[in-house]
């Protein structure tokens, strides 16, 4: 009479029927370890074999019976070869029954068994992992792209390293795997309802050494007075630096400049902030996280204030080309993050027009948004008057925008002048007609 045998099914992958006349089918439970504890209690042989439907035994010695000192060792069969992924935590066990009874209540995972017998199989035939190639634009849209999977391997088009000879563990709960710094390199479970990868409450990473392609740089001007000169100097420190400029706009600049980024994202820089010292353009954007922008902190000088207002932006390409109807800041219209480092510093109040249309606008798109602690202290900064050159532009424009919210706004149509840079400088124009503009 041959031992009992329990084959764990996994769903979303093929299925390799059991080689044994009494097998019962159990459905896979967090871990091996929980569907173990949930099924010994049934078995009626001295030894049982424990496998998952992922497997197909047809290289397995299932006539395999223990030696007198093998008698109270869990068997693990694992595989070895290179092409199938490695991991000893295999899938394929005979194990002691009335040895694991014994034990299983004081152990807190399946390899705190007593005594293990890793056994490697140089052609333990296991459900190939399929890999697929993404985009950093949207990791996850590329892992949906292929049909359902137990796992899927994924890796960035940009990179050239190797997958690693592994294999995923079911000894734990199910978890997501990353290699690398930047963790172009991802082994991902399946789960239901999952709609990032963050949804994945536990996750592994290895260290892993590759090289990361960096994001292009786009400087974007339109009429500011020191573009060509800070554009210039960005250039000198960072040769892959472009120029989108004097486009009419900000949608249309915007999408230009998304459309000369060959990277799915890209740095853009504006000629109202210097780029502080410190800042390198080396930011990878997270592959974990589902597209958006990422901005980062500025300092405005005048005001003694920082935030992302006026800072660098990782802006997702993907994501720029289709804001073609945006709400009052560019940015904000699609989901983004902000980055608690200093990219800038600001020189928005470089001429009064520029100064005057900085503080407006931000002034309408602090009072327009949700009030939060944050918010509010900002807006209480930019209606305070500042110091600096042309501070009481500065001061100017925030009163002024702030007077035209409570006039319009419950009309978001006449708000949305606001993001229109030739209207305020009409608006400018008319209301202070003796002011030199530069």
């Given at each position: 009479?041959g031992?009992?045998?329990?084959?764990?099914?996994?769903k979303?992958?093929?299925?390799w029927?059991?080689?044994?006349?009494?097998?019962?089918?159990?459905?896979?439970?967090?871990?091996?370890?929980?569907?173990?504890?949930?099924?010994?209690?049934?078995?009626?042989?001295?030894?049982?074999?424990f496998?998952?439907?992922?497997m197909?035994?047809?290289?397995?010695?299932?006539?395999f019976?223990?030696?007198?000192h093998?008698?109270k060792?869990?068997?693990?069969?694992y595989?070895?070869?290179?092409?199938?992924?490695?991991?000893?935590?295999?899938n394929?066990?005979?194990v002691?029954?009335?040895?694991?009874k014994?034990?299983?209540q004081?152990?807190?995972?399946?390899r705190d068994?007593?005594?293990?017998?890793?056994?490697p199989?140089s052609?333990?035939?296991?459900?190939?992992?399929?890999?697929?190639?993404?985009?950093?634009?949207?990791p996850?849209?590329?892992?949906?792209?292929?049909?359902?999977?137990?796992?899927?391997?994924?890796?960035?088009?940009?990179?050239?390293?190797?997958?690693?000879?592994?294999f995923?563990?079911?000894?734990?709960?199910v978890?997501?795997?990353s290699?690398?710094?930047t963790?172009?390199?991802m082994?991902?479970?399946?789960q239901?309802?999952?709609?990032?990868f963050?949804?994945?409450e536990?996750?592994?990473?290895?260290?892993?050494k590759?090289d990361?392609?960096?994001?292009?740089?786009?400087?974007?001007?339109?009429?500011?007075?020191?573009?060509?000169?800070?554009?210039?100097?960005?250039?000198?420190k960072?040769?892959?630096?472009?120029?989108?400029?004097?486009v009419?706009?900000?949608?249309?600049?915007?999408?230009?400049?998304?459309?000369?980024s060959?990277?799915?994202?890209?740095?853009a820089?504006?000629?109202?902030?210097?780029?502080?010292?410190?800042?390198?353009?080396?930011?990878?954007?997270?592959?974990?996280?589902?597209?958006?922008?990422?901005i980062?902190?500025?300092?405005?000088?005048a005001?003694?204030?920082?935030?992302?207002?006026?800072?660098?932006?990782?802006?997702?390409?993907?994501?720029?080309?289709?804001?073609?109807?945006?709400?009052?800041?560019?940015?904000?219209?699609?989901?983004?993050?902000?980055?608690p480092i200093?990219?800038?510093?600001?020189?928005?109040?470089?001429?009064?027009?520029?100064a005057?249309?900085?503080s407006?606008?931000?002034?309408?798109?602090?009072?327009?948004?949700?009030p939060?602690?944050?918010?509010?202290?900002?807006?209480k900064?930019?209606?305070?008057?500042?110091?600096?050159?042309?501070?009481?532009?500065l001061?100017?424009?925030?009163t002024?925008?702030?007077?035209?919210?409570?006039?319009?706004?419950?009309?978001?149509?006449?708000?949305?002048?606001?993001?229109?840079?030739?209207?305020?400088?009409?608006k400018?124009?008319?209301?202070?007609?003796?002011?030199?503009l530069?």
């Open positions: 009479m031992f009992d045998s329990v084959q764990v099914r996994f979303n992958t093929k299925h029927p059991s080689p044994f006349a009494n097998t019962r089918e159990v459905p896979f439970v967090n871990s091996y370890f929980e569907v173990l504890k949930a099924v010994v209690n049934d078995v009626k042989t001295e030894y049982f074999w496998f998952s439907n992922f197909d035994l047809k290289t397995v010695d299932i006539d019976i223990p030696e007198q093998q008698r060792q869990l068997h693990v069969w595989n070895t070869h290179p092409l199938g992924g490695t991991n000893k935590e295999g394929v066990m005979l002691p029954t009335q040895e694991f014994r034990q299983m004081n152990i807190k995972y399946l068994f007593k005594d293990i017998n890793y056994r199989h052609n333990l035939f296991q459900n190939w992992i399929p890999k697929i190639s993404f985009k950093l634009e949207d996850y849209q590329d892992y949906n792209s292929q049909s359902s999977n137990y796992y899927k391997w994924l890796k960035n088009k940009d990179c050239s390293a190797d997958f690693p000879n592994f995923p563990s079911f000894w734990e709960d978890k997501i795997y290699w690398g710094e963790k172009d390199i082994l991902v479970p399946h239901d309802n999952m709609k990032q963050y949804d994945i536990r996750s592994v990473h290895f260290d892993y590759y990361v392609k960096p994001m292009d740089i786009v400087f974007i001007s339109y009429d500011e007075p020191s573009a060509e000169k800070r554009f210039h100097k960005l250039k000198q960072f040769p892959r630096a472009k120029w989108c400029k004097g009419k706009g900000q949608t249309l600049a915007y999408i230009t400049a998304a459309s000369m060959e990277t799915d994202y890209f740095f820089v504006f000629p109202k902030s210097e780029i502080a010292e410190d800042f390198d353009f080396s930011f990878q954007p997270d592959r974990f996280r589902n597209p958006c922008h990422y980062f902190d500025c300092y405005i000088t005001l003694d204030l920082r935030y992302g207002w006026g800072g660098i932006i990782l802006y997702n390409k993907k994501l720029v080309m289709k804001t073609t109807k945006p709400q009052l800041d560019f940015t904000m219209s699609q989901d983004h993050h902000s980055v200093l990219s800038a510093i600001s020189n928005c109040n470089e001429t009064p027009l520029l005057y249309r900085s407006f606008r931000e002034v309408i798109k602090l009072l327009q948004m949700k939060t602690v944050e918010s509010q202290y900002r807006l900064k930019w209606l305070t008057p500042g110091k600096g050159l042309n501070a009481e532009w001061h100017k424009g925030a002024d925008g702030k007077k035209y919210f409570e006039i319009n706004k419950n009309n978001y149509t006449k708000l949305m002048y606001s993001y229109d840079f030739e209207w305020i400088k009409e400018f124009k008319s209301a202070y007609p003796t002011e030199i530069d």
